[in-house]
């Protein structure tokens, strides 16, 4: 495995924020996948939960490079883009759901979604680029 | 060319907003790359101003599909995606590029990026996802 792409830390709070994120991926027919969703950081890497039925989640089987995107809501032109290596981990025990609904404040008993046939979603940084400065 | 897949009323607003949307391309690397950028609308397609020099450029020329995905700012729940076809046009004359200025409150005297080198992207869209409901 190549080094891991390092996030600079004039962008460390867009990653910790607490938003949503726009994940990227590629489909089978060519044409990137864009959606919203939660996420946290996990030392040197991003994790998500992803439901084993979703669209994103077969596309990143069969093409496992995904780039996460966050935008300031202060600021549109400060943006952190990951490009990143996918790997996937069972979360049968939920276990890993319960600590990414934990950091938005939620619980299993409040998550809109379905919590069962999920599976956690890491994003290894291959290439990192920002736009705009540090927040003042 | 296949039939245009069109934008659902309940969802035009967000097209129409004068944000910034997320466009994600495809790089020769396989990795998805996104960047903010302006856009309008022209009709059934969407339409953006691009440097020649950029890598989102030469990403597409390589691999002529693309993503343009917006959040609702005030809903990050409710978005849209348009995964697109794209053609390029010269915009030697800048005439394209002053009216995406003109639709954002800009002129070539305000705008801070270079203004010569440029193409018109055009995304004609093959098929579009939303979440969320009609604002209220």
């Known amino acids: 495995m190549a080094e891991i792409a390092s996030i600079p830390e004039t962008h460390r709070d867009l990653i910790e924020a607490r938003g949503v994120a726009v994940l990227s991926t590629v489909g089978s ?59 996937f981990d069972d979360d049968d025990d939920q276990s890993f759901l319960v600590r990414l609904l934990a950091h938005y404040g939620q619980t299993l008993e409040t998550f809109p979604a379905p919590a069962d046939n999920r599976v956690v979603l890491t994003l290894t940084p291959h290439h990192v680029v920002t736009y705009g400065d540090a927040p003042d």
């Open 29 to 87: 027919d060519g044409y990137p996948q864009s959606t919203a969703l939660w996420y946290m950081v996990d030392g040197d890497v991003v994790r998500t939960s992803l439901h084993r039925t979703r669209q994103k989640f077969f596309n990143m089987v069969q093409h496992p490079k995904a780039t996460l995107f966050v935008l300031d809501p202060a600021n549109p032109y400060r943006t952190l883009e990951i490009r990143a290596d996918v790997t």
